[in-house]
């Protein structure tokens, strides 16, 4: 079966650490640009970055709500890919989704296979 | 505050058809494929229409997309109380260098 499983997520406290994973199966990881997106309660949806594909030198871009704080990652052997949250804030606390990210160019991204997403509470 | 605009809610009755907005600017709709997102309420969101008007394999044709100019629109027909869910825009903006989503627009089917 195609899909993406979020784990990691849980209640943290503001300044410290996360690091979530997003597990894929049933497609070639490989191939496939990556992006995190997250959604506070009661919220819409919001962009937090991508990793691109090793073909195109699995490049990143966060952003800027997260940029120095956030890091994407991806392990192809293991088919995950990786959100490392550094000096976590209260308003990081959000439900975190994966996607598969489908075309070459972001001119053309869409986002056609999500996760279930994983829920991340920040609060002392 | 988005970066893409939507209503905040729209409505209609059973089998009737609604329309969903999406404005944005010459750095994002403007250049750049827009897509569509369902979010039934409790689960993920959901790729609805991609590339402007591409409906993914297991779309219905009610489900169409389109755009002009800095705008795009959500066409849905036939409305089903299934349909009930939050929709959002969303597109790459060249001058943020950023994936951007409008607001989401919450649809009520009476």
């Known amino acids: 079966e195609v899909q993406l499983v979020e784990s990691g997520g849980g209640l943290v406290q503001p300044g410290r650490s996360l690091r979530l994973s997003c597990t894929a199966s049933?497609?070639?990881?490989?191939?496939?640009?990556m992006s995190w997106f997250r959604q506070a309660p009661g919220k819409g949806l919001e962009w937090v970055g991508f990793i691109r594909s090793k073909a195109y030198g699995r490049a990143t871009e966060h952003a800027a709500s997260v940029k120095g704080r956030f890091t994407i990652s991806r392990d192809d052997s293991q088919s995950v890919a990786y959100l490392q949250m550094n000096s976590l804030k209260t308003e990081d606390t959000a439900v975190y989704y994966c996607t598969r990210v489908r075309a070459g160019s972001p001119l053309y991204w869409y986002f056609d296979l999500w996760g279930r997403g994983t829920l991340v509470t920040v609060s002392s | 505050q988005s970066v893409l605009t939507q209503p905040p809610s729209v409505s209609a009755a059973p089998g009737q058809k609604v329309t969903i907005s999406c404005s944005g600017s010459?750095?994002?709709?403007?250049?750049?494929?827009v897509s569509w997102y369902q979010q039934l309420p409790g689960t993920a969101p959901k790729l609805l229409i991609y590339?402007?008007?591409q409906r993914p394999s297991g779309i219905p044709d009610r489900f169409s997309g389109s755009k002009s100019g800095t705008s795009a629109t959500l066409g849905i027909t036939g409305l089903q109380t299934g349909d009930e869910a939050d929709y959002y825009c969303g597109t790459w903006d060249s001058s943020l260098s950023a994936w951007v989503f409008g607001g989401g627009t919450k649809l009520t089917v009476l």
């Open positions: 010459s750095s994002n709709i403007g250049n750049n494929y």
């Open positions: 590339e402007n008007n």
């Open positions: 049933g497609f070639s990881f490989g191939d496939y640009a």
